[in-house]
């Protein structure tokens, strides 16, 4: 069964930085890619930033220079940086892997609340 659970959301000051973390069992982490998704407040699930396998990343624009994704391979986990906080980061932030034969799965999310 493939579990993904977020972890590190809270209370921030705008500015401020959190880094969440993503643990994973249930399949091969090391070959597949990871992303990041946030779901504010009345508003789409949307995405936030991927890493593939091999490392390699991209993020949507809004949070392009402050948020950045890693992955430890050894530990099955995959992290979310979060630097500059704005409040418009608010949000519930989950993992999401695309799983090579284990179909999508989505964690329950953490919030992250950034205040101004």
């Known amino acids: 069964q493939v579990r993904l659970m977020e972890s590190g959301g809270g209370l921030v000051q705008a500015g401020g930085s959190l880094r969440l973390s993503c643990t994973t069992s249930?399949?091969?982490?090391?070959?597949?890619?990871m992303q990041w998704y946030r779901q504010a407040p009345g508003k789409q699930r949307e995405f936030v930033g991927r890493?593939?396998?091999?490392?390699?990343?991209n993020y949507v624009d809004s949070v392009k220079g402050r948020f950045t994704i890693s992955r430890d391979n050894a530990k099955n986990t995959v992290y979310l940086q979060m630097n500059s906080l704005r409040p418009e980061d608010t949000a519930v932030y989950y993992c999401?892997?695309?799983?090579?034969?284990?179909?999508?799965?989505w964690g329950k999310g953490t919030l992250v609340t950034v205040s101004s």
């Open positions: 999401n892997c695309d799983c090579i034969g284990r179909g999508n799965n």
């Open positions: 249930g399949f091969i982490f090391s070959i597949n890619a």
């Open positions: 890493i593939t396998s091999g490392g390699s990343t």
